[in-house]
């Protein structure tokens, strides 16, 4: 009866009643716990998946029942766990959804969910939190995703159950092991129990664990995690784990657990254990029998006195017939509710089978917010709710609140008597598996429900919530609520919102940014931003230059506004964009939040930087009709999208750059007819290709879509302008206009011409109106032109003007396409059944119909699939038939009317009965049998086969009267072009002309007959002219005739290089024959026509061959002439003319086909590449062999090198066309090939910059080595290009990495420099690595510094450390003891060598030693670098010394004008010799060192001269004036610094014009001007202020002059251009001394890092200054400073030849102190060692060196330098001085014994010189 009583305690239920139950707990505790264990196992093995978001379903269980002694009561019906029937203190399992920084999204049973907050996991993670928080130390705070990942299942409790605001449940989660484990006690603790806990804290050797129990300590051993998630992550505080007890110590105070996997998979609880309702816990797996099976779930027996309930939602779907009472099943304990004692359990098996997880994602992917049409209902379960099955057949589940609307009553039958339903998903419930709908219409109508429906710019409408301080929240659903932030609230700050919002107002807004992850909404309530009608950016890619958009201001600086658009797309709108007027003071005239129009000025989608404009967006309707012109090309096909349709056309923007154009009605097709229907086609979005610009202005760009004005536009048979107009050109136009005189015909480019009464037709009329329609495409021909005036007039008669071969073909199909788009257009528009039917009707397609009416007009008939179509017959097509009402007839199409959906049919036997094939070339007699506008149907003969023509065969016919139109029963005769033509959608082509005698072609043909020659005729003539290319021939009949240079001599006797029309003579008579014609106006060869067709120019031939009659004489098209070549063959061409722009040569075969022959396949040697024109003149005969040829699209290419394609081993000509230090050459082949040179493969001897010597469009011999995807390996060795006539290799080409071997030498370029170590590229496939530590002899903890010495490309000699053939790896070796070459870094990095051999083993015994040594190493590493003030320190420390040094001012200047390149400290801008503009333009902050830099630069040359002897001696008295200016200057700098104190410093313009009145001569003031200038980035204001000094400052003035020059050509390399500071520094060397502004100009150069820049100046310098000692020395420092040791020894060489013999031992005492300085100190060390042997009394120069020496030498180096100087034979006076020093040096450095040592060789020295030295 224990626990019995247990279950059942009588009042708290205290310690008394549990006593008994102990010795039974401990046995019942073991099993469990086990079972818990692997429980918990399957889940670690579901740490897998991201985070779904969902919104809430809720739902409820009740409890079994059981016979006998039940511990608790069965329910009458098993429901589902409601979320009403819930309390605190419940607990459950639950799966985590979505992790967010302060809480967890839980999934529960039943489709709830719970919150699971960051202040419920456990007190020792509140605690951690609490205090990480204080210590704002928030870089390592252990956040909520690093204890749960979605998919993890846990026990919990249900803490607390809160309502929220809008009056749902919200169930605050907790599994804080305090709540959780709240029925255990210490005592009850057994070994083998499994319990959940959450990590307390984290020891060394394992962890503690809190469990819940206070007085007990549980401890986790690390080792036993290890072991059990197999990885070495530890844990963390908090985190949640299931783990076993292992041992209980100190009667449950101590308590060791595990988490290693159990034996048994997974055990089932057993009854002899004792389970109580208090400590049955979820999670627990049992074996139960089903007591009950009820329809909407079953009853279970368990532990043999408890019963549970499996719902519906948790029995297996599979199995749920095969369940019966009294079968044993596993179960899984889902809840237990302790105060109602329920028990709610699944069988679902991802809950109860062991390795089993749980998914936390759809196995469909996340398909929440769909609405899904055709589920069919398959059960209805009373009080839970009902299953659906969707149309994919996977199960989902309605609660019972969503089978029905929220007001509305149940009505469970009406719902489930509904064959099929629309339900929207809400969620999915992954510890039910299943997804949830809801069937409740105003769900699945919500525009939006998830904010993944949501986009930016969207405008919506939603419901005020709440007003915060920081803005408003809005809801636009129940799930959905969006910020509209503070700002945005109105178009202006609102003070007091709350007059303006009030809770539950209805409001529209536009969505600013949606998150839909996190799910941030921002809103805008803006009206400017809500209603505007511009293009939204809603990212980078939508700005496009020009485009106009609202924005609002988002901040204001002083430089400009930064505004933004929607999402977080920004922009900058600079200073001078914002208005037209200039603005000082932004703030003043925008504010924060304001919404204004700005126009894209430029914009970079990949940096996301975009610059705009208010000023241009203002001006921006003048402009921007002007900006399209530059991207709408005229004769360029384009798409556009239409905007808006309007009466006369549409209004279009062309796309991609949306430039508005006009697309006139009239202009849509070449048909009248057809333009119409095309418009009402047309809707608003909609795409249309084809485009083709026709006409553009000032004020709008007209587009076309007719395809004969686009082809004439392609083929270029147009004028561009009116002087290319001339008489008996040919053109393609449209009727502009009609008046009573004539019609005007407008051509493209906006060309008009007039086409008079008498020129429009051949017929007579007298009503202009009656011909022609406006917007009717006609052919034109020039007859008079007024150059004067700039008019011309045309002709519009057939008779006159020629319409190229097959146009009238062509327009057929072209309107034909032109009718069936329309057709498909409406029947996917309309979204009806009928159309689509309709749509795909045919013409000629038989239906059966049933007779509607019959009268004598016709018939109507029915269709079963035409529903609602009307279908009718005319009376001539119901001759001869008798019909009834109701009778069944066959009927064939002759029409479909889509737009009013009537179809035309005819049932005439003739048209019905089977049809006959057609051959090409037949020809029959055709019946119209029904017209529509331009097209008529024909039937041929008795073929019962109809086709389709156009009612007019020329564009220019007119019909003046009825009579001439076609009508239908007329006859016509027409010939079959192609029998089934696909384009007509397989009916026949066709050429028809009437039967009539009164053809109107006849007439024209007669009338022509007189002038032109037709094809064939034999005609002769003189010749008039001789051309290369041609030869004119003046015929019998006045007429001129041309003939082709291939048609004067027989082909095959032409000589190559000959010229063949040199053979005739201008004045002789020769005999012809017409072989085709030009057109008039662009002289094109012209296709032929029918054999009728005459020619108004003739095409003649004098070949023998051809003017033979009695051979069979065919016309050959260029089409048939081109596929009678092949690729390969050899030919002879004519030489027609060179393009020079293509560089690309014309050659002709034939009067009607031109090839191309391409620079590379014209030219063998790179000597002709310069002008290849000469070695080709017009005319000349060549032989070419055809690379490439193709009739459609017409492509002729031709080689003239003899070969047509190219092949591997071969040499070959190629151009560079592009340098990439990664690839090497990038080169353009022959023959449309491309190819690389890699850098191992330009040379047989590597060079240090091998790409150096290479330029774009330079041509070169390359030798093929094969290709790969089309890309030629090419290689430029000359081993490879003349292999007999090179030199030996000296880096041979390693084809495979079997021809290398270990140890040998070997170089290569460098590729890369990574963590991995050195790759180094031994030739174009292999590449070797050499490791970091093989790659230098010092020790680097860090690639990056050898990154910084080994550029890409870098010439390095390697050794072959190792070679893995399998990887076909090669190790290399840098090392210089493998090498014998320097060390990859330099020395003067200071860098500690890396240890090797016998010294790493020594290193751990020294390591005090080390330390030692270290600071030593630091001490002289951080002197290297020198900053300026340490210098300057070192400067007045030495001159106590009494010996004047003058190097150490230029130390002092260089510090002050170089930049460090050696990752060095740069110098503070202090002394700076420019002023400095800085981003903060902070130029006035160090203004009083302007003027030191160029006195120091005077102050050294005059310093160097007192020592020198005084070589320049004129200079001296310059020093004086220059000493005395100084201090004048420095007297008036501290007077103005007290006038300037800070509190008076000028703020604005005024205060400044004051100052300068009374000095107007101060630089300084002048500059300061100009700072204040360029703070408000107002950069023209400086240069104007700067260029205001320059004419003020007195001439005399030099110093202040070249202060303020030296400020311009600053700020003009700041914000200037190239060319605005090559005009400074012009200006600059006529008005000051030209050295020192050179000086400065290579100082910024250098300042900025323009390398390049500087160095050509520095090289102008020493070409124009050679003399100049000063020039020398400072091109010397940039060199070392960029490291170019090497360049700087060079140039030493070079000053010393160019300077005085007298300066050089300055100059190398100058060079070796940079060397200390910048380079390599060593080298500076010899190269005063050998100086001072040869001048030994310079003691000038010794002291310098000493200086040196004890900055950058050894201690034992500098004693031994002393104890030179001191033996020296100089005066006594100077070696006193050296001892002085010496004493001084150990005094600081050395030891009391060392100091003593000094005295006594001082006092030796005394002795030995007695008395002189004494005194």
């Known amino acids: 009866m224990a626990s019995v009583e247990e279950d059942f305690p009588r009042g708290g239920g205290g310690g008394a009643a549990k006593k008994p139950t102990e010795s039974k707990i401990e046995v019942q505790r073991t099993e469990v716990d086990n079972l818990f264990q692997s429980k918990e196992q399957t889940e670690t093995k579901k740490r897998k998946g991201a985070g779904q978001d969902a919104g809430k379903k809720l739902k409820k269980p009740k409890t079994g029942k059981g016979d006998g002694l039940t511990l608790n009561a069965a329910a009458k019906c098993v429901e589902i766990l409601h979320i009403k029937n819930l309390k605190e203190g419940i607990l459950m399992l639950g799966c985590v959804k979505e992790v967010t920084d302060f809480e967890v999204t839980v999934s529960l049973p039943c489709g709830m969910q719970g919150f699971l907050s960051i202040m419920n996991i456990c007190d020792s993670y509140t605690k951690l939190i609490s205090e990480q928080l204080d210590s704002a130390d928030t870089e390592d705070i252990c956040s909520l995703r690093h204890l749960f990942y979605p998919g993890m299942v846990f026990r919990c409790v249900v803490a607390k159950l809160d309502v929220t605001k809008r009056g749902s449940l919200s169930i605050q989660l907790s599994i804080n092991p305090k709540l959780v484990n709240k029925a255990l006690t210490s005592s009850s603790l057994k070994a083998g129990m499994a319990v959940s806990g959450c990590v307390e804290s984290v020891e060394d050797h394992g962890y503690i664990v809190d469990i819940g129990l206070s007085g007990t300590k549980a401890f986790l051993p690390k080792k036993t995690v290890k072991d059990k998630h197999n990885n070495t992550e530890e844990l963390k505080v908090g985190q949640y784990l299931t783990s076993q007890v292992e041992e209980v110590k100190n009667e449950g105070r101590v308590v060791h657990l595990s988490v290693s996997p159990p034996t048994v998979a997974q055990a089932c609880a057993e009854s002899k254990q004792g389970w109580t309702l208090t400590n049955l816990l979820p999670g627990l797996l049992v074996k139960a029998t089903i007591k009950k099976v009820t329809k909407h779930g079953l009853i279970l027996d368990f532990l043999s006195s408890f019963s549970g309930q499996v719902d519906v939602l948790h029995m297996e779907p599979e199995q749920t017939s095969s369940y019966a009472e009294g079968t044993e099943v596993r179960a899984c304990v889902l809840y237990v509710e302790p105060s109602a004692r329920l028990v709610g359990l699944s069988l679902r098996s991802h809950l109860v089978q062991p390795g089993a997880g749980v998914d936390h994602a759809p196995a469909g992917g996340d398909r929440i917010g769909e609405v899904v049409k055709d589920c069919k209902m398959i059960a209805m379960h009373h009080m839970s709710g009902a299953m659906v099955e969707l149309p994919d057949k996977t199960l989902a589940f309605v609660h019972r609140n969503h089978l029905k609307e929220v007001n509305e009553p149940a009505n469970e039958n009406r719902v489930l008597a509904m064959t099929e339903h629309t339900c929207r998903i809400l969620d999915f419930s992954p510890m039910d598996q299943i997804h949830f709908v809801s069937l409740r219409k105003s769900v699945i109508d919500k525009r939006f429900y998830r904010y993944h429906d949501l986009e930016a710019g969207q405008v919506v409408e939603g419901t005020v919530s709440i007003l915060l301080d920081h803005g408003m929240v809005v809801h636009l659903s129940d799930h959905i609520r969006g910020l509209v932030p503070r700002t945005h609230l ?304 045309v002709t519009l008669k057939i008779s006159e003007v020629m319409s190229p071969e097959g146009d009238a073909q062509t327009r057929l199909i072209n309107g034909l396409q032109e009718r069936r788009a329309v057709t498909e257009m409406f029947a996917m528009r309309e979204n009806s059944d009928l159309r689509q039917q309709l749509a795909a009707l045919t013409v000629g397609q038989k239906l059966k119909l049933t007779v509607d009416t019959a009268k004598d007009s016709g018939a109507t008939f029915k269709s079963d699939d035409l529903v609602g179509a009307t279908i009718m017959a005319t009376k001539h097509h119901v001759i001869g038939v008798s019909l009834t009402s109701g009778q069944k007839a066959t009927a064939v199409v002759l029409h479909v009317d889509i737009l ?194 005459t020619y108004p120019i003739p095409e003649l031939t004098l070949l023998p061959s051809k003017l033979d009659t009695s051979e069979d004489f065919k016309a050959v098209t260029v089409k048939q002439k081109l596929n009678s070549y092949t690729v390969g063959e050899q030919m002879t061409c004519f030489v027609s003319k060179f393009n020079p722009e293509r560089k690309s040569l014309e050659v002709t075969t034939d009067p009607c086909v031109t090839g191309t022959v391409d620079l590379l396949a014209m030219i063998t040697d790179t000597k002709d590449a310069s002008h290849p024109e000469k070695m080709y003149k017009l005319g000349q005969a060549v032989r070419a062999t055809v690379v490439e040829v193709n009739s459609k699209p017409q492509r002729f290419v031709l080689s003239l090198t003899g070969v047509h394609k190219l092949e591997k081993g071969s040499v070959t000509l190629g151009m560079v066309t592009n340098i990439q230090p990664q690839l090497g050459l990038l080169v353009k082949l022959p023959f449309g090939n491309s190819g690389t040179v890699a850098v191992t493969d330009l040379a047989d001897a590597y060079r240090p910059n091998p790409l150096d010597g290479y330029s774009k469009d330079q041509l070169l011999r390359c030798f093929l080595l094969g290709d790969e995807n089309g890309k030629w390996q090419l290689s430029l060795r000359p081993s490879r290009l003349n292999p007999q006539q090179t030199k030996p290799v000296k880096d041979p080409d390693v084809l495979s990495v079997d021809k290398l071997k270990a140890g040998q030498i070997i170089r290569g370029y460098v590729k890369s420099v990574g963590e991995q170590g050195v790759f180094i590229r031994l030739s174009s496939s292999i590449t070797g690595r050499a490791q970091l530590q093989q790659s230098t002899k010092y020790f680097v903890n860090n690639h990056k510094v050898l990154f910084k010495h080994l550029t890409p490309n870098t010439l390095l000699t390697t050794k072959i450390h190792s070679i893995d053939e399998e990887e076909e790896l090669v190790h290399l070796s840098l090392l210089p003891g493998d090498t014998g070459k320097p060390d990859v870094l330099p020395e003067s990095l200071g860098l500690p060598l890396r240890l090797i051999g016998e010294e790493k083993k020594e290193y751990d015994s020294k390591k005090k030693k080390r330390s030692a040594s270290e600071s030593e190493q630091k001490q002289a590493e951080s002197q290297v670098p020198k900053k300026k003030k340490k210098t300057k320190k070192a400067k007045t420390d030495d001159s106590d010394s009494g010996v004047k040094v003058y190097f150490r001012e230029e130390e002092d200047k260089g510090d002050q004008e170089e930049p460090k390149s050696v990752k060095q400290v740069r110098p503070s801008s202090a002394g700076l010799s420019r002023l400095q503009v800085a981003a903060g333009f902070s130029w006035d902050v160090h203004l009083s060192s302007l003027k030191p830099a160029s006195t120091a630069q005077e102050g050294d040359s005059s310093d160097g001269e007192d020592q020198d002897g005084g070589s320049k001696p004129q200079k001296k008295s310059r020093h004086e004036l220059q000493q005395e200016k100084k201090a004048a200057e420095k007297a008036l700098v501290q007077r103005e610094t007290e006038l300037m104190d800070l509190s008076l410093r000028p703020q604005d313009a005024p205060a400044f014009e004051r100052l300068l009145l009374a000095s107007p001569d101060s630089s300084l003031l002048w500059l300061q001007y100009m700072a204040h200038h360029l703070q408000a980035t107002q950069i023209e204001q400086a240069r104007a202020v700067a260029e205001r000094a320059l004419k003020t400052i007195s001439f005399r003035e030099e110093q202040e002059k070249l202060n303020v020059w030296v400020a311009l050509l600053n700020l003009e390399n700041m914000y200037g251009t190239e060319e605005s500071l090559k005009r400074v520094f012009e200006r600059a060397l006529q008005f000051c001394e030209p050295m020192p502004v050179y000086q400065q100009l290579a100082d910024i150069y250098a300042k900025c890092d323009k390398t390049k820049e500087a160095e050509g100046l520095y090289k102008t310098m020493v070409k124009r200054f050679r003399q100049n000692k000063a020039v020398w020395l400072s091109y010397g420092t940039f060199l070392l400073q960029q490291g170019q040791s090497d360049s700087a020894s060079a140039l030493l060489q070079r000053a010393l030849a160019s300077l005085p013999s007298k300066e050089s031992v300055d100059v190398i005492a100058k060079f070796a102190q940079l060397e200390f300085r910048y380079g390599d100190s060593e080298k500076g060390r010899t190269m005063f060692d050998k100086v001072l042997t040869s001048y030994p009394k310079r003691t000038d120069l010794w002291s310098v060196f000493i200086d040196l020496m004890v900055k950058h030498g050894s201690q034992k180096e500098v004693r031994a330098l002393f104890d030179r100087v001191i033996h020296l034979s100089v005066s006594v006076k100077k070696i006193k001085f050296f001892f002085k020093r010496y004493l001084e040096y150990e005094k600081k450095h050395g030891t009391p014994q060392s100091i003593q040592a000094v005295k006594e060789k001082a006092m030796e020295f005394v002795e030995d010189k007695g008395t002189e030295a004494a005194n």
């Open 490 to 793: 109105s178009d202006i700050l609102l003070k007091n919102p709350e007059k303006k919002y009030v809770e539950g107002m209805k409001i529209k807004c536009r969505v600013l940014s949606v998150d839909a992850e996190n799910k941030k909404l921002y809103l805008t309530r803006k009206k400017a931003l809500v209603e505007s009608s511009l293009p939204l950016f809603l990212s980078y890619t939508d700005a496009r230059l020009g485009c106009v958009s609202h924005c609002y201001i988002v901040c204001i600086k002083d430089f400009g506004c930064i505004v933004r658009f929607y999402n977080s797309v920004k922009g900058l709108v600079p200073l001078n964009e914002l208005s037209s007027q200039p603005i000082v003071c932004p703030e003043e005239v925008f504010y924060v939040g304001q919404v204004l129009k700005a126009k894209v000025l430029k914009c970079d989608p990949d940096k996301a930087k975009m610059v705009l404009s208010f000023k241009a967006a203002v001006e921006g309707d003048t402009e921007e009709a002007a900006t399209p012109q530059l991207d709408c090309e005229l004769g360029k096909r384009l798409e556009a999208k239409v905007l808006k349709k309007s009466v006369n056309g549409l209004e279009v923007a062309i796309l991609p750059d949306e430039i508005r154009a006009v697309l006139p009605t009239m202009h849509l097709s070449d048909h009248m007819s057809n333009c119409p229907l095309l418009w009402e086609s047309m809707q608003e979005g909609d795409n249309i290709s084809n485009l083709i610009c026709f006409t553009k202005n000032k004020q709008n760009i007209t587009v076309t879509k007719k395809p004969t004005v686009r082809w004439s536009l392609e083929e270029g048979v147009v004028a561009k302008d009116f002087s290319e107009v001339t008489v008996g050109m040919q053109l393609i136009g449209v009727i502009k206009s009609i008046m009573s005189y004539g019609v005007f015909v407008e051509f493209p480019y906006g060309i008009v011409g007039l086409a008079p009464k008498s020129a429009m037709t051949d017929k007579f009329i007298s009503d202009t109106t009656t011909a022609f329609q406006p917007g009717q495409t006609v052919f034109a021909k020039v007859t008079n032109l007024d150059v004067e005036k700039r008019r011309f007039l």
């Open 900 to 1093: 009013s959906t009537c179809v035309h049919v005819s049932i005439l036997s003739k048209l019905v009965a089977k049809k006959k094939s057609l051959a090409e070339g037949s020809k029959y007699t055709a019946m119209l049998q029904h017209i529509n506008k331009d097209f008529a149907i024909i039937s041929l003969g008795d073929t019962a086969q109809l086709t389709v023509i156009q009612t007019s065969s020329h564009l220019n016919e007119i019909f003046l009267v009825e009579s001439e139109k076609l009508k239908a029963g007329m006859s016509l005769s027409v010939e079959v072009i192609e029998p089934s033509c696909q384009e007509l959608q397989g009916l026949a082509l066709v050429s028809w002309e009437r039967t009539s005698p009164k053809r109107q072609r006849t007439t024209s043909e007669n009338q022509t007959s007189a002038t032109g020659h037709r094809f064939g005729d034999i005609v002769r003539g003189k010749v008039r002219t001789v051309k290369p290319a041609s030869i004119q021939v003046t015929l019998e009949d006045g007429s001129t005739g041309s003939v082709h240079v291939s048609e004067v001599v027989e082909l095959a006797e032409v000589c190559k290089g000959s010229f063949p029309t040199s053979t005739v003579k201008v004045g002789s008579e020769v005999t012809a024959r017409v072989i085709g014609g030009r057109e008039a106006s662009s002289h094109r060869f012209l296709p032929f026509s029918h054999p009728k067709f």
